[in-house]
């Protein structure tokens, strides 16, 4: 069984930086592709970054030059640096584990960017 673990969010005032993690198990994660999401209320979720197995990657256009996802396979963890934070950069951020139709997410951690 998929289990995902967040952790590192909290509150930071604008221009600061935070780095989330994710702590994965139960799974083969070299293989799955890792992404981070984030969600305000009455929105959806969105795709912030995500890397793929073979460790490329893709970022959402409002975090590009800001933000960096990278994974420690011996770790069996992902990462998310999270640089110069701005107010809207503020939600509910989960981890997602993904490989051919299976789809795990974590229970998120919380980010909150304060002006």
């Known amino acids: 069984q998929v289990q995902l673990v967040e952790s590192g969010g909290g509150l930071v005032q604008a221009g600061g930086s935070l780095r989330l993690s994710c702590a994965a198990s139960g799974m083969f994660f070299s293989i799955y592709r890792m992404g981070w999401y984030r969600q305000v209320p009455g929105k959806q979720r969105e795709l912030v970054a995500a890397?793929?197995?073979?460790?490329?990657?893709n970022y959402a256009d409002s975090v590009k030059g800001r933000f960096t996802i990278s994974r420690d396979n011996a770790k069996n963890t992902v990462y998310l640096q999270m640089n110069d934070l701005k107010p809207e950069d503020t939600a509910v951020y989960y981890c997602?584990?993904?490989?051919?139709?299976?789809?795990?997410w974590g229970k998120g951690t919380q980010v909150t960017v304060s002006s």
């Open positions: 997602n584990a993904a490989v051919l139709s299976t789809n795990s």
């Open positions: 890397i793929t197995s073979g460790g490329d990657t």
